[in-house]
C-alpha cells in the first residue's frame, strides 16, 4: 500500500517487497535448482502449465513464443470456461539470466506491467529469483496487491487461502 | 474480522478518491473541510465519502461534531500489511508448485540436455491462435 512506511513481508519462503513510493512489487524466491533448470521451467511451455496459472483452474497456452521479441498469450480456464486472459511480448530472453515480458490482463486493456525476472546463481545448486513488476501508478500497484483479497470475499478464507496470485 | 466487514471494508477501499482519504488521515487527522480542500467536489460528496468509510470502520470522529477532525483506525494499517502477506502467500504457493516441477525434472536430464530442450522450447513455438477466442 502507499499510505504507510515500506511494507515488506520478509520469510525463508517468498519476499514481497511493495515500496510505498514507488509503482512497483518485488518478489523473491531461492530455489533448491541451479539457474538453467529454473529458467528452463519458466518459459518450457510444457513446464509452465504446470505451476504458473492458479490453483483452481487449467492453463491454457495459446500462444508461447519465449524468445527475445516473441509475444504469449495464456488463458485460466474452470469447468472448460475462459475465466481470465492475458498476454504479453517477450521483451528479452536472455538465457539463464534475465527474462523481461510485458503483462496485460485483458479484463483491463489499458494496463500493462513490465515484469523483469532475474536468476542469481547461489552455488551448489541453488537459484535465487527476483521478480520486479513496475505497474501505471501506486494505485494500480495496490489494487493488484488487494487483488487477492477481493475474490476472498467472495469466495471466502478457506478457498481464499488455497488461491494463487494475479496471473 | 468477518466477511460482511470485509465486503464493506473493501467496497469503501475500492473508490480512488476514499482511498486518497484514507492515504492523508495516515498522516494525521483531519477535518472535513481539510479533506475537502484539494478536490474538485463539495463538502457535501467529502463527508459522503467519510460516510462510507466510517461505515465501514475505517475511519472515526466525535460524536455528532460535523467539523472534529477525522481519525484513521489504526486497524486499516494491519488490513494493508494482511493484504501483503496475502499477496506473498499466494505467490509462495506457486512457487511451491515449482519447486515440485523442478524436483520431477530432476531424473529427465543432464546440463546440457537442459539447455538443448530450452532451445527446442523456443523453436517450437505455440501458435494456435484459432483456440483463443
Known amino acids: ?167 | 474480522m468477518s466477511e460482511d466487514r470485509l465486503s464493506r471494508v473493501f467496497a469503501a477501499l475500492a473508490d480512488p478518491t476514499r482511498r486518497d482519504i484514507v492515504a492523508r488521515l495516515a498522516v494525521g487527522d483531519a477535518t472535513v473541510g481539510q479533506l475537502a480542500a484539494p478536490y474538485d467536489v463539495s463538502i457535501q460528496a467529502v463527508s459522503k465519502h467519510l460516510k462510507v468509510l466510517e461505515d465501514a470502520g475505517l475511519v472515526s470522529r466525535s460524536r455528532d461534531a460535523q467539523r472534529r477532525p477525522r481519525h484513521l483506525e489504526a486497524e486499516v494499517f494491519d488490513l494493508m500489511t494482511a493484504w501483503i502477506e496475502r499477496y506473498r502467500r499466494q505467490a509462495e504457493e506457486r512457487y511451491r508448485r515449482l519447486d515440485a516441477v523442478l524436483a520431477s525434472m530432476d531424473d529427465e536430464a543432464s546440463g546440457t540436455a537442459r539447455a538443448t530442450d530450452a532451445r527446442s522450447a523456443e523453436k517450437e513455438p505455440i501458435t494456435n491462435e484459432g483456440a483463443a477466442s
Open chain 1, 1 to 167: 500500500m502507499s499510505t504507510n512506511a515500506a511494507h515488506e513481508t520478509t520469510t525463508r519462503e517468498t519476499t514481497i517487497e511493495a515500496d510505498p513510493k514507488l509503482p512497483t512489487i518485488r518478489i523473491i524466491r531461492d530455489f533448491a535448482a541451479p539457474p538453467d533448470k529454473v529458467f528452463r521451467a519458466w518459459i518450457d511451455p510444457e513446464l509452465v502449465v504446470q505451476w504458473l496459472g492458479p490453483k483452481s483452474t487449467e492453463m491454457r497456452l495459446d500462444q508461447w513464443n519465449a524468445r527475445t521479441g516473441g509475444n504469449y498469450r495464456y488463458a485460466a480456464l474452470q469447468d472448460g470456461q475462459e475465466v481470465a486472459a492475458f498476454y504479453g511480448s517477450f521483451h528479452e530472453v536472455r538465457r539463464n539470466e534475465r527474462l523481461v515480458q510485458t503483462f496485460t490482463w485483458e479484463g483491463m486493456p489499458d494496463g500493462v506491467s513490465l515484469e523483469t525476472m532475474t536468476f542469481e546463481d547461489l552455488g551448489d545448486g541453488r537459484t535465487r529469483t527476483i521478480g520486479l513488476s513496475v505497474v501505471e501508478n501506486l494505485e494500480a500497484r495496490d489494487a493488484i496487491m488487494a487483488s487477492g483479497m477481493e475474490v476472498g470475499v467472495y469466495e471466502g478464507y478457506e478457498k481464499l487461502d488455497a488461491l494463487l496470485a494475479k496471473d
